[in-house]
């Protein structure tokens, strides 16, 4: 089992910066990639930026450029760095961890993202 706890959303104007951290706790282990999901009002879910346990990273297009995905060295927090943010970006992120070995997939409760215009 896989806990994730989302921190750092909140309301920011248009242009400014805001950084989301995830920690993971229990299996960290059996954890290989980890990242972020979106989800704005009437809209899928969406992909954001995912990162590996090597290292390798993947962004979206909308955000490649402006949002920086990095993991702590002991592999239990993720976090994203989100600068230059549009109003676009308003959304509820979501943390999503994926075992290795079964792909089973974990996600976090999600944290609400405001971009003001």
């Known amino acids: 089992q896989v806990r994730l706890v989302e921190s750092g959303g909140g309301l920011v104007q248009a242009g400014g910066s805001l950084r989301l951290s995830c920690a993971a706790s229990?299996?960290?282990?059996?954890?290989?990639?980890m990242g972020w999901y979106r989800q704005a009002p009437g809209k899928q879910r969406e992909l954001v930026a995912v990162i590996t346990r090597d290292g390798y990273t993947n962004y979206a297009d909308s955000v490649r450029g402006r949002f920086t995905i990095s993991r702590t060295n002991a592999k239990n927090t993720v976090y994203l760095q989100m600068n230059s943010l549009k109003p676009e970006d308003t959304a509820v992120y979501y943390c999503?961890?994926?075992?290795?070995?079964?792909?089973?997939?974990?996600w976090g409760q999600g944290t609400q993202v405001t971009v003001s215009s």
């Open positions: 999503k961890a994926v075992q290795k070995l079964t792909l089973r997939p974990y």
């Open positions: 229990g299996s960290i282990d059996s954890i290989n990639t």
